[in-house]
């Protein structure tokens, strides 16, 4: 007989694992255009939509408990009309989910948006885990005592005293008003400035992983740099020298929205030839981008289809070009044929087709096949997002943008009146310089490679982020001198928004039981609910949750243990970053290790033509066919090696599938009424 009663370690790993799986299981659903439909508030267009719904509660709870919080209160968004939710935010969306983007498992590797999709979902989960579970409410450390900002164990006390502050004490006010008075940070208090200290390694290890150890890093890169050089930072700035505020905010808005003929404009200056009129400079650079970015796989297709040795038969290029024009159900069915039958994408495509197709198909012809089906995939994934974002009628995109400018004017035309915005545009613009230059491979000291040059470290982003963070904290502090009025609206949205990270358990004292040591749950306001439902479980299932959650916890101590070693390599690489021969590959942090986790777990077409599918963990290091032409050799790095060093550092995690089968749906059920708590009912 297995006792009931979770300890609090097992808590914590428990609501690790639901809210982990139920986050990205959430984001994945917006492939489908239906989603958005079962979304909830504020997508809901009319009572009836509520009431053929499960009485209003989301299919998306997390998410949904993230935008209502935090993100719909904000100064200006809440302002926006209930139309612009429920008739346009909505069709964009539900245009995405019909433009059915390609899978990974189609195109054989982890791509951009799934990288990119997998960190987003990591990050809201360790936001939503806090609105859920809250921040314990302990004694208000001394935020003047002595941390040393060399030492990794100072660096984590100061963000857990400052996170304190924060949520329950005077801090953000301070904060506030600290910035009135001077550009300098830091100089608030001892603990403040280890706690930045602490924040920059993190965000530089995110930047590293994006950049750096993502075999898609130097094309995103590559896509920034091409945005970068498109945006007009001269005319904007000359258009911010307009003392009114209206004509500026006016000239803006003509500037990027206006539908002038813009192709005629390209065409003339040799951008592009025949380009279509009705695009705004704003959908010009996102259309102009995405097309550049299709001319590498168009080159690559065209590669494929010039070899002479051992190139495939046009019939098999044919039958390819043909499933793609299927339906969504069919490429659904193709795909699950192929995870079934254990075989490639390319042979289940063709054996549907014809069966000689695929029996005459050498294994390098299939290859060619797989990237052939890849190239052409990446191609049509940049039409259709230039489609919804550019072509369609009614014009969505610009209608969208024009209410973001119109709820915002009022906020422009007081920023515009009192800070100097042409410096802070500068300052953008220098700073996306800096970013992508720290990201090119640098020159090492010779003997060490082959080529001369190694990939930036994480050391290399603590220093591009610590060079330009008093580009960020000289516009807040021009932004709170001279907008008094402005400060004190954001500053109660932030107050507001911290509210909902502390705990209620002093407010309803049965939500916080101790266990038989004498120690609280350390899953917070969720203690109770957690319990309750791991008792509605049967002995058998109790013991086996118990099993994988324990597993669980200690995963977790390995990955915080592991993180605060690093975080001490950073410091003492820093210290020595111009006489090291390299820099640390890797950073701290649990989020990456479970944004990896995610990209591991992704199911990838076999590259053979029959073999059981490949996980993502077997291809992180594969640059789709196309992003590799993109990217020059002297432009890039070996990711396989640093990936490999990376996974052999990292724990393997436990297998906790069966605490998502036997928790996962009620878990979701629990977090859709704790969601629906407050809303509005139509």
Request: aromatic residues 6%; charged residues 25%; hydrophobic residues 35%.
């Amino acid at each position: 007989m297995t006792s009931s009663s979770l300890s609090p370690q097992q808590l914590r790993a428990l609501l690790d694992i639901l809210v982990h799986h139920e986050t990205y299981s959430e984001v994945q659903t917006f492939k489908h255009p239906n989603a958005i439909e079962q979304y909830g508030y504020p997508f809901q267009a009319s009572s009836g939509e509520q009431s053929a719904g499960k009485c209003g509660k989301s299919s998306s709870p997390l998410l949904q408990l993230l935008l209502t919080r935090l993100v719909l209160p904000i100064p200006g968004i809440r302002d926006l009309p209930s139309e612009f939710w429920v008739t346009k935010f909505r069709n964009i969306m539900r245009r995405f989910g019909e433009a059915e983007l390609s899978e990974s498992y189609d195109k054989g590797t982890l791509g951009s948006r799934k990288r990119l999709a997998s960190a987003a979902s990591v990050i809201h989960e360790g936001i939503t885990r806090g609105l859920l579970c809250g921040i314990p409410n302990n004694e208000l450390p001394d935020l003047h005592g002595k941390y040393d900002i060399h030492k990794a164990e100072d660096l984590a006390k100061a963000w857990d005293d400052v996170v304190q502050h924060l949520v329950y004490g005077d801090l953000l006010n301070e904060l506030f008003d600290h910035f009135t008075k001077t550009p300098n940070l830091e100089d608030h208090s001892p603990a403040v400035e280890a706690a930045v200290n602490f924040a920059i390694i993190y965000i530089a290890t995110f930047l590293h992983h994006l950049f750096v150890l993502s075999a898609e890093g130097p094309y995103l890169l590559k896509l920034i740099d091409n945005v970068h050089g498109l945006i007009p930072y001269a005319v904007i700035g000359q258009t911010l020298r307009v003392g009114n505020a209206g004509t500026m905010i006016n000239g803006m808005v003509r500037l990027f929205l206006a539908k002038i003929s813009i192709g005629a404009v390209s065409n003339w200056l040799g951008l592009t030839q025949n380009a279509t009129d009705g695009m705004n400079l704003m959908q010009r650079i996102i259309s102009l981008v995405l097309e550049w970015d299709a001319v590498d796989f168009r080159k690559a297709i065209d590669n494929i289809k010039r070899r002479s040795k051992d190139r495939p038969d046009e019939s098999h290029l044919i039958a390819i070009d043909e499933h793609l024009q299927a339906s969504r159900e069919q490429h659904e069915f193709i795909r699950e044929l192929s995870i079934r039958d254990q075989k490639s994408i390319i042979i289940a495509i063709l054996e549907t087709k014809d069966q000689g197709l695929a029996e005459s198909l050498t294994d390098s012809q299939h290859t060619q096949c797989l990237e052939y089906y890849s190239a052409q995939l990446a191609i049509r994934d940049r039409e259709k997002i230039t489609d919804v974002l550019c072509r369609q009628t009614p014009d969505l995109t610009t209608s969208i943008v024009r209410d973001g400018v119109s709820v915002f004017e009022p906020m422009i035309r007081t920023i515009h009146k009192n800070v100097d915005l042409r410096k802070h545009i500068g300052s953008v613009q220098s700073f996306l310089t800096d970013l992508i230059e720290t990201s090119k491979p640098k020159k090492r000291n010779e003997g060490q490679t082959k080529n001369g040059s190694v990939p930036p470290s994480v050391e290399d982003y603590v220093a591009l982020l610590k060079r330009n963070r008093q580009l960020a904290y000289d516009y807040l502090h021009d932004f709170a001198k001279g907008c008094p009025d402005l400060r004190m609206t954001w500053l109660q949205w932030a107050n507001d928004s911290l509210k909902f990270f502390r705990q209620k358990s002093e407010i309803n004292g049965n939500i916080a039981t101790e266990n038989e040591h004498g120690d609280l749950y350390s899953a917070g306001d969720m203690d109770k609910h957690l319990q309750l439902l791991f008792t509605r479980l049967t002995d058998e299932e109790q013991n086996n949750v118990k099993a994988a959650v324990d597993a669980h916890a200690r995963y977790l101590s390995t990955l915080e243990d592991m993180s605060q070693a690093r975080i001490q390599s950073i410091l003492d690489g820093v210290d020595e970053l111009e006489n090291k021969k390299g820099g640390n590959m890797s950073g701290p942090g649990v989020y990456i290790t479970r944004w990896h986790c995610l990209l591991d777990e992704t199911i990838v077409s076999p590259n053979t033509p029959r073999g059981p599918p490949r996980r993502g963990k077997d291809v992180k290091s594969v640059k789709a066919l196309g992003k590799t032409e993109a990217i020059a050799k002297s432009e890039s790095w070996d990711p396989d090696t640093l990936t490999r060093q990376e996974e052999q550092a990292r724990p393997e995690a436990p297998d906790v599938s069966i605490v998502i089968d036997s928790l996962g749906s009620q878990f979701k059920s629990l977090v859709a009424d704790i969601s629906s708590r407050g809303l509005p009912v139509k």
